[in-house]
């Protein structure tokens, strides 16, 4: 399927899909890293997904894998004007057949910084942050969607405290769902935050 967006993007097509799943990586890897995750949902629910992962937009500097704005030393004007463009290819995204109400925007370590900061501006069926964090001016809105935060305690990357601030600016603010799953690991996805996924996506879809 072919969408006019602000992004290169790999997918998992349906042309029954009623409901979608977009994922956004992290620093250094590309569109293709998070696929696997995309397809575990779908088989674990048994709901019919559309999958697009999205391609950051600049070579990571190393030249292996993608960055969705720079990070050593952090370009926060960079990363609030990609965070404008991923609105708009949400927005984009946002069809009567598959509304935003029916998506779950899943991001990465940057890629959650990314989706949490843009996700939170529209109206997403479900927010996913892993090992993620805030990017400094990000603020919540009272009406932001449901939110699933996952962190390993031992992450040597990303802080776990950093996703402990997202949950607790989101609660003081919010009255929607917002969930901090906390688990002994690294910088990585939790294998088993996809059964709170599946069990969330039940509740909601």
Not at 75 to 90: G, I, R
Not at 93 to 121: E, H, R, V, W, Y
Request: hydrophobic share 40%; with cysteine; aromatic share 8%.
């Amino acid at each position: 399927m072919k969408y006019d967006i602000n992004h290169e993007f790999v997918s998992i097509s349906s042309q029954s899909a009623k409901h979608r799943i977009i994922l956004i990586h992290g620093w250094g890897a590309d569109a293709d890293d998070l696929l696997s995750i995309g397809q575990e949902i779908i088989e674990i629910s048994k709901v019919d997904f559309e999958v697009i992962s999205l391609r950051a937009p600049d070579l990571h500097p190393n030249n292996t894998g993608r960055q969705w704005y720079s990070l050593y030393p952090p370009d926060w004007n960079e990363a609030e004007n990609e965070v404008k463009k991923l609105v708009s290819t949400l927005r984009k995204l946002d069809t009567l057949n598959i509304p935003l109400k029916k998506t779950i925007l899943l991001g990465f370590s940057q890629g959650a910084a990314m989706a949490i900061d843009a996700g939170c501006q529209l109206d997403m069926g479900l927010i996913i942050s892993c090992s993620g964090y805030p990017h400094p001016n990000w603020t919540p809105k009272k009406n932001c969607p449901p939110v699933l935060i996952s962190h390993g305690f031992r992450d040597e990357v990303v802080p776990i405290s950093a996703s402990k601030n997202i949950y607790q600016k989101i609660k003081n603010i919010s009255n929607n769902i917002c969930l901090l799953n906390q688990f002994e690991g690294n910088h990585q996805i939790d294998p088993n935050f996809i059964s709170a996924i599946i069990l969330k996506i039940k509740e909601l879809f």
